[in-house]
């Protein structure tokens, strides 16, 4: 059974077809594609816009209420389906900073959603920060990594633990990233005081991913340019940007488009109240008001994640401006190569396929039978 899709325009990894088409085989991959006059399916579709990858999200808390550090796999689920019915087809569920036992059981816990493939992996974001820059996540759990519990860690999650952050600054941290990335896990900056040297030398060690740029960290100084000046020259990381109109200005964004180039990753640092109405909740047992859709701590102090997905990021660069080979770069192609997945819409990679209007910045997905 193949299905053919049509558009007027498809933007896949390292294409920009025309009057395009692909064909989806009855595994659900990309069997086929290119322009003009499409070969003989067993079914058709054309569709209007253009088409584009599913989004790719590497930094996600929850949603609808449900934090992935302290919930049930079967809340995880219906968090993981909101940010899919939004177009975020590849999802890494991140989990803060807690005490031990709950984050090894949190990641016990999640790992099976990672093998039967409702999550793409998890993200350990804590307790290897730095206390200055922590953000949300809760000061007397931060502490500096020891090779016990990251050994403890590693065996909870097993395969399924892709990403780390950690402050680079902190006694061991270095040691700890060259021990992930043996393992095969990626490593990003973040919640981090580090000096610019500092940063150097964690991405000397194998860090490979800078997490929410500009947030949790120093900012940008003419003398001392720390892990930001770092981030925007030193082109082996990657850039999590959190492009909700709150954690980033407009100009920031296009700072860092234009200062690095090609190294953006769009990233919702969704917390539980996404999907929510605006009310009380809490994030790694921090307190967190949300008031028109922007959450913080309830003292006042920091950002406390987004209640975004990747599509409104998406949204707002599509209507700055941004041109779409970009966008689609930006929230799905640099980050399923980093998670080593086939570059999407790519012959034999998955079928994940949405429908994106670039006039309003609008996505949908398409319907059930023409996708993966």
Do not use: K
């Not at 993200?123 to 990251?150: F, I, K, Y």
């Not at 234009?258 to 539980?272: E, I, K, N, W």
């Amino acid at each position: 059974m193949t299905t053919l899709v049509r558009a007027p325009r498809v933007l896949t990894a390292d294409a920009d077809l025309r009057d395009g088409w692909l064909v989806v085989d009855d595994a659900g991959a990309v069997a086929r594609l290119g322009v003009g006059t499409p070969p003989r399916t067993d079914t058709a579709t054309t569709v209007p816009g253009t088409i584009v990858p599913g989004f790719v999200d590497l930094h996600a808390h929850g949603a609808l209420g449900r934090d992935f550090a302290g919930c049930s796999a079967e809340d995880a689920r219906a968090a993981a389906a909101h940010h899919r019915g939004r177009g975020t087809t590849t999802l890494v569920a991140s989990v803060a900073t807690g005490r031990p036992e709950d984050t090894a059981a949190a990641l016990a816990r999640l790992r099976p959603l990672v093998t039967d493939g409702t999550l793409a992996g998890l993200h350990l974001e804590g307790p290897w920060l730095a206390p200055a820059r922590r953000g949300a996540h809760r000061l007397e759990l931060l502490h500096a990594p020891e090779p016990t519990e990251v050994d403890s860690y590693c065996a909870a999650a097993g395969d399924a633990l892709r990403i780390v952050t950690l402050a680079p600054e902190l006694p061991g941290a270095l040691d700890a990233v060259r021990r992930f990335v043996a393992a095969g896990i990626i490593v990003a900056i973040g919640h981090t005081d580090a000096t610019a040297e500092q940063t150097i030398r964690a991405i000397d060690a194998g860090a490979s991913l800078v997490t929410h740029l500009f947030n949790g960290m120093p900012p940008l100084h003419h003398r001392t340019p720390g892990p930001v000046g770092v981030a925007l020259t030193d082109e082996r990381v990657l850039l999590e940007c959190i492009v909700d109109g709150h954690h980033l200005a407009p100009e920031t964004v296009a700072l860092v488009q234009r200062a690095a180039p090609g190294r953006t990753v769009l990233v919702s640092d969704a917390m539980s109240a996404t999907g929510c109405p605006d009310g009380d909740h809490t994030i790694a047992g921090s307190a967190v008001s949300v008031r028109d859709g922007v959450a913080m701590l309830a003292d006042g102090s920091s950002l406390a994640g987004s209640t975004i997905t990747v599509a409104d990021a998406v949204r707002r660069l599509v209507l700055a401006g941004t041109p779409l080979p970009e966008v689609v770069a930006a929230s799905s192609t640099r980050a399923s190569r980093l998670l080593g997945r086939p570059a999407p819409l790519t012959v034999g990679a998955p079928a994940d396929l949405l429908v994106l209007d670039p006039v309003a910045g609008s996505v949908r997905s398409l319907p059930t039978a023409v996708r993966a």
